[in-house]
């Protein structure tokens, strides 16, 4: 007689335990469908997991879990609603399908943890339109676009493309926005589906109307961060493209401040208030020295700017004859470094004075006032200002400079002993030769004029002049300044220092902004490039000032990548697509209410009603290329 209990009593166990388990897991489904779903700040999903345990005897075990994901405190964590036991798979799956049957919801055969259907940006370009309107940028854009005839929403490309430069991490400049765009969640019901040319083309665009928003620009922002423009601070930098760009005019080999004397680049100028404002910026041929760029730059002040009094501040690579000349007949003030190891004769009389003048200190330095015989000053500018030479000198600077100058002494020293042994062993037996070496040695090490040689024939003496080493290590710390101003010497020496605010602008355009290196094949989209990275700093320099004003501990840096991890996030619910918004970092929150973002919530809540279900079609080859 076949035995039917085992199989009866497993039937009855089973119905029992659902039963108990309808009884003990239908009031927490029913709790955790019924409330308010808050992506990101509540609960997340719900998911029976697995465990599987191995005996001792080797034999494997699996255990479910009835379990919910929530997030707490900016983390997020899970917890167990109820066991289920040591189950199959088969029979995990019958008791989950069970519980959604009572709870009315549909169940997806699979066990895993449920996933959000998308996520977009929601905080990146809530806070760039925002910037934007606050500086009128995309007010005057808007109006100069209304006289042009245009295929595509030049705004909405522009905005786009400055979200993609202040978040972006690691994807470079080569207009990989149009992926980027697709993370924004604007994109899908709020902007017009762009194409990879017509951002290309708005490079083109904005560059046109450059000047105009520029001078617009100055105007608003003197007034809205109440900016002192008598004090311009002028430099320059380069960077770099990729290929070899035979197609350009502008990408040329030069002098690289970035160490790739191997790419072709371009050199950019740029003109920032004290504070680190931008002003304006010209593109350069890569090969441009700098002392020739002034002309074109003062010339930008005086016209478009009408700016009739500032002090123009920049480093030595400016100082040439035909600059003073220049500066002279522009009628502004400036202070200018002067090369310490240059063959101008005033600087060099400069160090010798300082031996027999007072010596004066300003905040940890010490320095001395030479004024210059009035046949060396030219004509007077400013109301018969004289010209300066400030030499000054500082023990942090002395050790830095001293160090360089001996790494430099001791190459050529090991130089001249390497050639040396090699005469020896019967090596550049001509003398022709052994000169050719021995001027090798010499090239480009910066103290060429420190040592002295002869080369015979079979023998080579070389010497250091020990005396004007040591002068040279005497004077390590000071440096020189050019000065025509009304200012003290003090405030001099301060307005110089403030030369590291351009400095900075460099340092976040590079590391921060993705201006380097370019990957643009026109010179148009070279130069809007670059005209994109200074207005992304542009509002980058906002958003300092206004953290500043609010007396926020973050730096602008920290706070983008706070408001970056502001998202939306799409959920299936009842075959409806739902958009969340994940729970704001307190970070986030300060800075929004610093630039005046309020009720983030509310404005999500606008954006989710009109949103489409999450969509991303990655770029391809053929995606790339401009309509015929």
């Known amino acids: 007689m076949v035995n039917f209990w085992p199989w009866i009593s497993a039937m009855i166990f089973d119905e029992l335990r659902l039963f108990y388990w309808k009884y003990r897991l239908i009031e927490i489904l029913k709790f955790w469908l019924e409330r308010p779903l808050h992506v990101g700040s509540n609960c997340l999903a719900m998911y029976v997991k697995s465990q599987t345990v191995k005996s001792p005897s080797g034999k494997a075990y699996t255990y479910y879990r009835l379990a919910e994901s929530y997030r707490e405190d900016g983390k997020v964590k899970h917890r167990i609603l109820g066991e289920l036991g040591a189950l199959t798979s088969e029979e995990a799956a019958k008791l989950a399908r069970r519980f959604a049957g009572i709870a009315g919801i549909e169940f997806s055969d699979g066990l895993e943890e449920m996933e959000v259907a998308g996520a977009s940006y929601f905080g990146a370009p809530l806070l760039v339109e925002h910037l934007m309107e606050t500086l009128n940028l995309s007010r005057w854009v808007a109006d100069e676009v209304k ?141 441009r020295l700098d002392k020739k760029t002034l002309d074109e730059m003062v010339q930008d002040l005086r016209k478009r700017f009408s700016i009739k009094r500032c002090i123009w501040v920049s480093d030595a690579g400016l100082l040439s004859d035909e600059n003073l000349e220049l500066l002279e007949a522009s009628r502004y003030e400036y202070i200018l470094g002067m090369a310490r190891g240059g063959n101008r004769k005033d600087v060099q009389e400069a160090f010798r004075k300082t031996r027999e003048l007072e010596q004066k200190e300003f905040k940890q330095t010490r320095f001395w006032e030479v004024v210059l015989a009035s046949e060396e000053t030219g004509a007077p500018a400013q109301g018969g200002d004289p010209r300066r030479i400030l030499v000054v000198e500082s023990d942090a600077r002395r050790e830095k400079t001293a160090a360089i100058f001996e790494r430099r002494l001791e190459k050529v020293r090991q130089g001249f002993q390497s050639l040396e042994s090699q005469v020896k062993k019967g090596k550049y037996t001509r003398a022709e030769d ?195």
Not at 168 to 194: T, Y
Not at 266 to 287: A, C, S
Not at 485 to 510: C, G, H, N, Q, W
């Open 434 to 628: 052994l000169r050719v070496e021995a001027e090798k040695i010499l090239h480009q090490s910066r103290v060429k004029q420190y040592f002295t040689y002869q080369a015979e024939k079979g023998k080579l003496t070389w010497k250091e002049n020990r005396e004007a080493v040591d002068e040279r290590k005497a004077d390590a710390g000071k440096y020189a300044l050019l000065a025509r101003t009304k200012l003290a010497p003090e405030e001099a020496l301060s307005a110089y220092r403030t030369l590291i605010a351009v400095e900075d602008a460099f340092l976040v355009l590079k590391d921060i902004l993705d201006l380097r290196p370019v990957w643009h094949k026109c010179d148009e989209n070279v130069q809007g490039h670059v005209l994109l990275a200074v207005w992304s700093y542009l509002l980058y320099k906002t958003l300092e000032a206004q953290l500043e004003r609010s007396e926020i501990n973050l730096t602008a840096h920290r706070a983008l990548q706070a408001v970056k991890e502001v998202k939306a996030v799409e959920v299936a619910l009842r075959d409806k697509a739902v958009w969340k918004l994940m729970k704001v970092p307190p970070e986030a929150s300060q800075v929004f209410e610093a630039v005046g973002l309020m009720d983030v919530k509310g404005r999500f809540n606008q954006w989710a009603d009109e949103a489409l279900p999450y969509h991303y079609q990655p770029r391809t080859a053929k995606d790339l290329r401009a309509p015929e």
């Open 147 to 287: 006289k042009r005839s245009l295929e595509f929403d030049l705004l909405a490309a522009l905005k786009v493309m400055v979200t993609a430069h202040l978040f972006k991490s690691g994807s470079r400049a080569e207009l990989a926005v149009w992926d980027w765009q697709q993370k924004l969640f604007w994109h899908p019901h709020r902007l017009p589906d762009l194409e990879y040319h017509h951002f290309l083309r708005a490079l083109n665009v904005l560059n046109d109307i450059k000047d105009k928003i520029e001078e617009k620009l100055y105007s608003h922002l003197a007034g809205l961060f109440d900016l002192q423009v008598d004090l311009v601070l002028y430099d320059l930098t380069s960077t770099y493209v990729e290929g070899q760009a035979s197609w350009s005019g502008l990408l040329k080999r030069g002098y690289s401040r970035d160490k790739r004397g191997d790419c072709k680049q371009i050199v950019i100028g740029l003109v920032v208030t004290r504070e680190g404002f931008p002003v304006t910026f010209r593109v350069f041929e890569g090969n």
